[in-house]
């Protein structure tokens, strides 16, 4: 599945590579080239003046005393992801050491669904507790799906006195406060697929329970496949997880997991507080929950509450009073939403509250005792923080998405297909004489019937026309057959054009310039067909993902903080495997839309 990995150092580290690593105050790590159409994981080069240069090299005698100790970090309140990339990178440290001397280390708090499982696997994986590691003997130390001290808690300060610290992440865009000796940072659905990657090139041997962690890993953090951020990869190393054993069933259970009691109560509560905003035909709700302590699970809530509200965007907010002696509320704001092209949450909680995660999925937490830490500064979060108001709070994160995300929504004479561009039928065809016409028209399934003086009386479908052959009426006038029962105005919108094809089950609506005129009298402007909302959806257009046809590198070159993904752009022999790719026909289709040599472009007309 994936290309051979060089893990840089930092994983098993040899005394040649500890002494290079203190010699050379700046060294890029370079991943393998990888086989024909797989990308590689890329080189990682970082800034000289890391202060961990100086425990880069070991004397003698630590050699002698066996394999560095090790451990990999999880982040708080983990999830399946970073619970099966650690146990997958400990367990590949431990394969090129060839020593069992890695653990897994939970810094604090699981999810509920985490809970559970572990509650019945947990001697399966080389999982301790915090207070069971001896810090001081701690060499190694790995950090999966988190890039920031404020997430691994207490387990923080085991990062200073460690010699190496390698971070694994899919976040390609988060910010980091981590030295780190290596980062491997992915743009993937999960960081379980960087690991299982990794793991198969490495050829090294995992359990049925490996496996099982890795593909719930995968699972539930790209909806098993069917979240925005899913690449081909994220596929392949599910499959690699099958072909290793993973258990269907287990798969199942924790996939989709029954909420708690508490959960429940949280879900009651948030539909009985859920405010909703309407722009550009999105729906964004607001919802806020007090609740007596801290509870678990509160991602699954907003997830079940984003589709109970029947909303496009969800921000929920779920507080509790924390401490005894010195009591403050701290608040947790889980945001979600559908595939709204347009929005991005990752960002917008990122910039209020240094939050993070991804486009539909992001989540941040604050005290409302303490000033906020944000990366723009914004005087009305802060104003409405001061003031407790945390229904304020979420007030000014729906209006931050709603003025800046949320382009004015198309209308039906934005997408429609012009009436000169039109195919149409007239009252005096037979059914015969439409049926030819419509196959003449690859790809036309219906068309609007106009009269002689320009008026729209109908529409006419494929399937009318094939109940007509049936019943050997291929000679009767179309006109007996015809029917107009929706027709939308130029300014309709694209939101209520899909609603009524839906409702309809029609293959198109026509658009009339003169809606308010007699029936009679319409004018057909220009037709709305499936084919226009699906494109409006940008379901099936095309991305530059590493896996898709003809691409075969990973995402663009990406840089944040001092770290540099050295990978290459788009070469020649791409572009060769995309043309040979291509049939005949899609070549000459390609070569008409390119300009040629003494073109002098199209007219605005011809343009629309």
């Not at 000289?48 to 004397?59: F, L, Q």
């Not at 190393?237 to 009691?261: D, F, H, I, M």
């Not at 995300?405 to 009436?419: E, H, I, N, W």
């Not at 899609?586 to 199209?602: Q, V």
């Amino acid at each position: 599945m994936a290309a051979p990995v060089a893990f840089a150092g930092a994983l098993a580290p040899s005394p040649r590579d500890r002494s290079a690593r203190a010699s050379s105050s700046s060294r890029a790590r370079a991943a393998a080239p990888p086989p024909s159409g797989r990308p590689r994981l890329g080189r990682v080069i970082r800034s000289s003046s890391s202060p961990r240069d100086a425990h880069a090299s070991h004397d003698e005698s630590d050699e002698s005393a066996g394999p560095p100790l090790g451990v990999v970090l999880t982040h708080v309140s983990a999830d399946f992801d970073t619970l099966s990339s650690a146990v997958g990178l400990a367990k590949l440290r431990d394969h090129r050491l060839g020593a069992q001397c890695t653990c897994v280390v939970l810094p604090r708090g699981a999810s509920p669904g985490v809970s559970h499982y572990l509650a019945l696997h947990k001697n399966k994986f080389p999982i301790k507790e915090f207070r069971a590691v001896d810090a001081s003997r701690l060499e190694w130390v790995g950090v999966v799906d988190a890039q920031r001290r404020d997430r691994l808690a207490d387990c923080a300060s085991w990062l200073d006195d460690a010699k190496d610290v390698v971070v694994v992440d899919h976040h390609a865009l988060a910010t980091s406060d981590i030295d780190a000796t290596e980062r491997i940072i992915q743009e993937v659905g999960a960081t379980a697929t960087v690991v299982a990657e990794m793991l198969e090139a490495e050829d090294v041997k995992i359990t049925e329970e490996d496996a099982t962690l890795l593909g719930l890993g995968i699972h539930t953090d790209t909806g098993s496949l069917t979240f925005e951020a899913t690449t081909p990869r994220d596929a392949k190393a599910l499959a690699y997880c099958l072909e290793r054993g993973a258990s269907q069933k287990v798969l199942a259970e924790y996939v989709n997991p029954n909420l708690t009691p508490e959960q429940r109560e949280v879900i009651a509560r948030g539909l009985g507080s859920t405010r909703q905003t309407e722009a550009e035909g999105l729906t964004i709700a607001a919802v806020n929950v007090e609740c007596d302590e801290y509870t678990p699970g509160m991602a699954t809530c907003a997830k079940e509450l984003l589709d109970l509200t029947d909303s496009d965007v969800l921000f929920m907010a779920v507080s509790y009073v924390h401490g005894k002696k010195n009591p403050y509320r701290h608040v947790s704001v889980i945001g979600r939403a559908k595939p709204v092209k347009t929005v991005d949450l990752g960002e917008v909680l990122t910039n209020a509250f240094a939050g993070g995660g991804h486009p539909k999925a992001a989540s941040a937490a604050f005290r409302m005792d303490q000033e906020l830490k944000t990366v723009d500064a914004n005087p009305e979060l802060e104003a409405r923080r001061v003031a407790g108001d945390i229904d304020g709070i979420l007030d000014v994160l729906v209006g931050t998405v709603v003025a800046t995300q949320v382009p004015p929504q198309k209308t039906a004479g934005d997408v429609m297909k012009r009436a000169a561009n039109v195919v149409s039928a007239r009252p005096s065809m037979t059914m015969g004489e439409v049926g030819g016409l419509l196959e003449r028209e690859h790809g036309h399934r219906s068309c609007p019937v106009i009269s002689d003086d320009g008026v729209l009386v109908g529409v006419v479908s494929i399937t009318e026309v094939d109940v007509a052959a049936i019943k050997g009426q291929l000679d009767r006038p179309v006109s007996g057959y015809m029917k107009l029962r929706s027709a939308v105005t130029l300014t309709t919108p694209v939101s209520e054009c899909e609603r009524i094809l839906v409702e309809n089950g029609e293959g198109c609506i026509p658009v009339v310039a003169n809606y308010e005129d007699d029936k009679k009298a319409w004018k057909l402007a220009g037709l709305v067909t499936r084919a226009t909302i699906l494109n409006t959806h940008e379901y099936y257009r095309s991305k530059r993902m590493s896996g898709g046809r003809g691409f075969k590198g990973p995402p663009p070159k990406t840089k944040f903080n001092e770290v540099f993904f050295a990978e290459d752009v788009l070469s020649m022999d791409s572009i060769d495997d995309v043309e040979a790719a291509l049939s005949a026909q899609e070549r000459e289709s390609l070569e008409a839309l390119l300009p040629r040599e003494g073109d002098k472009g199209t007219t605005s007309e011809e343009a629309s």
